[in-house]
């Protein structure tokens, strides 16, 4: 994975203000809002700052969350902190390349996929690529 770095500037000039408000600022959107939520073509969901493929289509799925879920991303692509904000303890998610917020992860919720997982991505966060 490439190192994407660029100062606060840079990525105001390159995202919107939502997507700098969630990609560098750690927000959340919206539950129900996001563009991805109902979104099931088959292709390719890249980081929306940087560009860098994330997750499969195959691997998303109706969670029910108001937000797009995914149960896998692609090896390597996204890295897991842990989030002591707001007074609990959560599993954040970002974008390997360039750091970028991309949600949280939750664990063994019952739901049926191959790793009863659910990463709960915020859709600004995300582009979407019909070309796998």
């Known amino acids: 994975m490439s190192n994407v770095q660029k100062s606060d500037?840079?990525?105001?000039a390159v995202l919107s203000p939502e997507q700098f408000r969630v990609l560098r600022?750690?927000?959340?959107?919206?539950p129900g809002t996001g563009e991805y939520n109902h979104h099931f073509a088959q292709g390719v969901y890249s980081c929306a700052g940087c560009k860098t493929p994330l997750y499969k289509s195959t691997t998303k799925f109706d969670s029910g969350c108001g937000w797009p879920a995914f149960f896998d991303a692609l090896p390597g692509a996204v890295t897991r902190h842990e989030d002591r904000s707001f007074g609990s303890v959560r599993t954040e998610i970002v974008c390997t390349a360039c750091g970028g917020h991309l949600g949280h992860v939750f664990k063994g919720e019952g739901f049926?996929?191959?790793t009863d997982e659910r990463h709960c991505v915020n859709s600004v966060s995300l582009k979407f690529?019909?070309?796998e």
């Open 112 to 114: 049926k996929n191959p």
């Open 129 to 131: 690529n019909d070309k």
């Open 9 to 12: 500037n840079e990525w105001q």
């Open 25 to 30: 600022e750690k927000g959340t959107e919206a």
